[in-house]
Nanobody
């Protein structure tokens, strides 16, 4: 079982920045594909960024160029740097860990990001 603990959410004005962090309780963090998802009220959960064990990253068009995912395997932590935030980025953001050998997903508890003036 992997525990994921997110931090860094909050209230920010449009155009502002936030950095989310997700710490994982596993000794084999480096093998996991890590991702960030978000879910706004009344909408489905969607992926906003993912990073593989080799460091390859993917983003949907809605955040490409504004969000950056990174990982520090020495700290068992994945980050999401969010710049040029828009009101439509308002959502609960969830950290996800995918173990490619067992094909099991783990989820964090979520952190609220609110973009509003």
């Amino acid at each position: 079982q992997v525990q994921l603990v997110e931090s860094g959410g909050g209230l920010v004005q449009p155009g502002g920045s936030l950095r989310l962090s997700c710490a994982a309780s596993t000794t084999i963090f480096s093998v996991y594909t890590m991702g960030w998802f978000r879910q706004a009220p009344g909408k489905q959960r969607e992926v906003v960024a993912a990073i593989t064990s080799s460091g390859s990253t993917t983003y949907p068009d809605s955040v490409k160029g504004r969000f950056t995912i990174s990982r520090d395997n020495a700290k068992n932590t994945v980050y999401l740097q969010m710049n040029s935030l828009k009101p439509e980025d308002t959502a609960v953001y969830y950290c996800n860990a995918y173990q490619p050998f067992t094909k099991v997903h783990y989820w964090g508890q979520g952190t609220q990001v609110t973009v509003s003036s």
